[in-house]
C-alpha cells in the first residue's frame, strides 16, 4: 500500500507542495512512468487550495520532474537535464565567469578520461573520428562552420568508457558554450580549430595516451583563450562588445 501525502496547512507556499510531492514520489519509489495520483486527490491530503497544487505541478512540469498527459494524468518523468542546462544560460547573462567555470568542468572530465578512452576505443570508432575530421577540415577551409561534427567528435571519443552521465554533462557543456559564443557573436579560427582536433585524432589513432592527453590540453588552452577573449569586457543589448 502506499504512503499518502502529507497533510500540510491551508496557507503553506506552493514550495511546501513541491517538496511534499517530490517527497512522495521517492518515499514509494516510483520510477518514470509511474502515475501519480490525481490533482483532486492531491488537494484533499494536503489540505491545500487547488491553485497552490496547479502551480506547484507547473514548477514540477517545467523542471522535468513530471509529465502531464492530457486526459490521463500525471506521471513521473525520467531524470533530463534540459532544465539545468536552461537554468545555466540563464545565469551566464548575468555572470559570465560562470562560462570559464563551465569551461573548466569540461576540461576536468575529458581530460580524466581520455585515458580510458584511448586505451579502449575501437577500430570502427577510429574511422569514424577520421571521417570527422575529414569533414572538419573541408569545412573550415570552405568557411562553413562544423558544429555538429565537432559535437559528434567529442561524443565519439567518450562513448567507450560506457558512462551515460559522463556524455550527457558533456553534451549540455558543450551546448552551453555553443550557445554563449552565438549570443556573444563569437566565431573561432575555423582552420586552426580543425587542425587541433586532427592532431588529437592523430594521437588517438596512435593510442598514444600521452600525447593525445597533451593535444587535449593545447585544445582547451586554445579554448580558455577563446572564452576569456569573448567574455571580457561589456556587452550591450545586442550582445555586441563596448569598447572600454
Known amino acids: 500500500m502506499k504512503k499518502q501525502l502529507k497533510s500540510l496547512k491551508s496557507d503553506s507556499r506552493h514550495t511546501l507542495i513541491f517538496n511534499e510531492i517530490k517527497n512522495f514520489i521517492i518515499r514509494n519509489k516510483l520510477q518514470p512512468g509511474d502515475k501519480l495520483p490525481p490533482e483532486k486527490e492531491i488537494t484533499a491530503q494536503l489540505g491545500v ?5 496547479r502551480e506547484a505541478i507547473k514548477s514540477m512540469e517545467a523542471l522535468g520532474i513530471i509529465e502531464v498527459r492530457q486526459g490521463q494524468g500525471m506521471f513521473v518523468q525520467s531524470f533530463n537535464f534540459e532544465p539545468i542546462l536552461n537554468n545555466l544560460s540563464y545565469s551566464i547573462q548575468f555572470n559570465r565567469d560562470n562560462l570559464f567555470n563551465v569551461l573548466q568542468i569540461r576540461k576536468a572530465l575529458e581530460c580524466f578520461y581520455i585515458k580510458e578512452a584511448v586505451q579502449k576505443i575501437s577500430q570502427k570508432d ?3 573520428l577520421e571521417r570527422l575530421v575529414n569533414r572538419m577540415k573541408v569545412k573550415a577551409e570552405q568557411g562553413k562552420d562544423f558544429a555538429a561534427e565537432d559535437s559528434k567528435f567529442h561524443q565519439t571519443i567518450f562513448k567507450v568508457v560506457g558512462n551515460d552521465l ?11 558554450l555553443r550557445n554563449s559564443y552565438e549570443a556573444l557573436r ?10 587541433r582536433h586532427r592532431k588529437l585524432f592523430k594521437a588517438i589513432k596512435k593510442r ?28 550591450d543589448s545586442d550582445g555586441n562588445k563596448i569598447s572600454d
Do not use: C
Open 186 to 195: 563569437d566565431k573561432p579560427d575555423l582552420v586552426s580549430h580543425a587542425l
Open 208 to 235: 598514444d595516451v600521452k600525447t593525445a592527453q597533451e593535444r587535449l590540453l593545447e585544445h582547451f588552452m586554445s579554448t580558455e583563450s577563446r572564452v576569456k577573449k569573448a567574455t571580457s569586457g561589456k556587452i
Open 166 to 176: 559522463l556524455l550527457k554533462l558533456l553534451d549540455i557543456f558543450w551546448k552551453l
Open 49 to 53: 487550495s487547488r491553485t497552490a497544487v
Open 126 to 128: 577510429i574511422e569514424q
